[in-house]
């Protein structure tokens, strides 16, 4: 990124820059020593990587968020996912129009591009959606989560619940997978029906994107949920977002029963009702949020193999999510049925999908895909005397975690080397912007179009 160019940033570069210093900035309140219990400070690397991990979304941690960090360390780490989901552009905004200030082009640009929007016109009512469902799904997910942490068997005082149940319904709806209540995520509340329900539900919503939310809140307001609708009045985006989500939700879990009914490390233990709970947990927190009630390091290697690729898939646009996102897969999946039939056109639902539609999935996943491969070549040499004695699948669980903003791990993040975290972090930084915006904001440019035609020629692919 030209230094020159950050006089007048562009909207990718200013998205950018507001993601790192927020991380630095919450670095610095971490590594402070009344951020840890001990009094001492964690140091830098440490608090960076804390930082990184919670605006980003994503949740992997190098320390026990519950019994290291203190009160002020807590409200550190939930601000930073809460801006870090809407984006701190939304809540600026947000704040500018309570104080009937006015928006910029420049601000509308940067939200438009934050949320993946085709123009820029309606970008303030957008923002006031935005922070409407935010407030409502999570208010909504704060007092059943309180009912449950004060009534259930947590043995909260009631403000303790009330604080608990804030944070976890930020943390779920936001896909950021912190929590403050066990040693090992949720595994230990893994027959706690109420909560993981209550939680997935905040994760499902949040990973379903605003545009989505906003569309099914107008559709089941006008009463238009009859079957014999059949979904018409939906949009396409919102179509396909709906059937890649139903799909994968569904694959993961019949997967995770078949591949983990019998594993005394997962599922084998538990009764039938709780193996189909906690296998549905799982398909949903790998794809998009961090929460597990499994213990990770004992699944089976083909379902850390599934589990990967759930969290390289990801969410959907214009959400908290990460990952390629569910459309990108719908798109390269019509694609490739389209190519096999010998079809010319993309189309799904009656409906014709642009090329650039087909060229952006195939950049994103591509990038994407480099960067895990990239990272877990890294780690395999910077890991290479780590403790745990990671394995292949352990990295490249680890990588498609961190990529995908997941948070889930075998249990190698903690013994990290200062290299490893490093690494980690920069790929946290990157899936949660997408790698498009942090190649368009490092080459300065929106549009490399330079008008010239150039002669076709065919080539031989297959």
Known sequence: MALSSLRHPTAPQLILLSFAAMILIGACLLSL???SQSGQSIGFIDAL??????NCVTGLVVVNT??????????????????GGLGFMTVATGLMTLLRQRISLR????????????????????????LKYSAIIEGIGAILLT???????FHYTFLQSIGYGIFHAISAFCNAGFDIIGHNSLVEFQTNGPLLIVLMLLILLGGLGFTVLHELSIFFKQRQFRLSRRLTHLSLHTKLVLVTSTGLFLFGIVIFLGLEWNNPKTLGPLSPLNKLLNATFESVTLRTAGFDSLNQGGLTDYAKLIGSTLMFIGGSPASTAGGIKTISLAVLFVA???ALRGERNLVIFNRRLPLEALQKALAISGTLAILVLLTVLILHFSE????????????IFETSSAAGTVGVTTGMTPTLSPVGKIVLALCMFIGRLSPMTVAIALNGRLHTDHHIDYPEENIIVG
């Not at 519950?66 to 801006?83: A, P």
């Not at 009912?147 to 068997?153: P, R, S, V």
């Open 49 to 54: 990587f804390t930082a990184t991990s919670a």
């Open 33 to 35: 020593p009344i951020a």
């Open 336 to 338: 490739v049925i389209s």
């Open 107 to 130: 601000n509308r640009t940067t939200i438009q591009t934050s949320f993946n929007q085709s123009s820029v016109g309606g970008m303030v009512k957008l923002v006031r959606r935005v």
């Open 66 to 83: 519950m019994t290291h960090w203190t009160l002020f360390g807590k409200i550190v780490i939930i601000t930073l996912i809460q801006l």
């Open 147 to 153: 009912l449950i942490f004060y009534f259930g068997d």
């Open 384 to 395: 290479a005397n780590n403790p745990f004695h990671p394995q292949i699948l352990d990295l």
